[in-house]
């Protein structure tokens, strides 16, 4: 069963940064492209990047919002993926999610984790 | 503003049939293919359909997906009350990003 646990969500003040953290199992990591996406309150699903797998160089994209702000890495010997976010802003308050492309199947995301809340507010 | 254009809210009865549409560009719809996703709240987003009409593992038959051009549309057969969910379509963009549609909110009556 694929599982996807985020940690690390709180609230933080305006222009703060926090780190988010995924743990994954149940497929094999080092070949999936991983990823956040997030759910501000009372709004849709909002992708906010990837990284691909070490066969893909390990690149990065992300969704205009964020860049330069977010950055996305990964520890494969951990099977554990990261989000560092900077110069956090009120918009940037929701849920945060995990969520994982497999080769085995053709969409963004095949998976999703429970998600972590973050709130960013004075 | 979303990418991908969903209308807000569908509804119908129990067993009836429901479907969600979802349109795009030449960017996203009209050059890769399409998946969807149900999002009931509190819980992970899950995905439903992929590669516009293809069903991951222990998704029912009731659920298909087509597409047609820049558009695609999700059917759900014989409804039931649990099916009362958020329901988002997904696709890649030239853009290198990936992109959601706004969401549809589905009532079962």
């Known amino acids: 069963e694929v599982q996807l646990v985020e940690s690390g969500g709180g609230l933080v003040k305006p222009g703060g940064s926090l780190r988010l953290s995924c743990a994954a199992s149940g497929f094999t990591f080092i070949n999936a492209w991983v990823g956040w996406g997030r759910q501000a309150p009372g709004k849709g699903l909002e992708w906010i990047g990837h990284i691909k797998s070490r066969d893909g160089g390990e690149a990065t994209d992300y969704a205009a919002p964020v860049k330069g702000r977010f950055t996305i890495s990964r520890d494969d010997s951990k099977n554990t993926l990261y989000l560092q976010m900077d110069s956090l802003e009120t918009e940037d308050t929701g849920v945060y999610y995990c969520?994982?492309?497999?080769?085995?199947?053709?969409?963004?995301?095949?998976?999703w984790g429970q998600g972590t809340l973050v709130t960013v507010s004075s | 503003q979303s990418v991908l254009t969903q209308p807000p809210s569908v509804s119908a009865a129990p067993g009836q049939k429901v479907t969600i549409s979802c349109s795009g560009s030449s960017s996203n719809i009209g050059y890769y293919s399409v998946s969807w996703c149900q999002h009931l709240p509190g819980t992970a987003p899950k995905l439903l359909i992929y590669?516009?009409?293809k069903r991951p593992s222990g998704i029912p038959d009731r659920f298909s997906g087509s597409k047609s051009g820049t558009s695609a549309t999700l059917a759900i057969t014989g409804l039931q009350t649990g099916d009362e969910a958020d329901y988002y379509c997904v696709a890649w963009d030239r853009s290198l990003t990936v992109v959601f549609g706004g969401g549809t909110k589905l009532t079962v009556l």
């Open positions: 969520t994982a492309d497999v080769p085995t199947l053709g969409a963004p995301i095949d998976y």
């Open positions: 590669e516009n009409y």
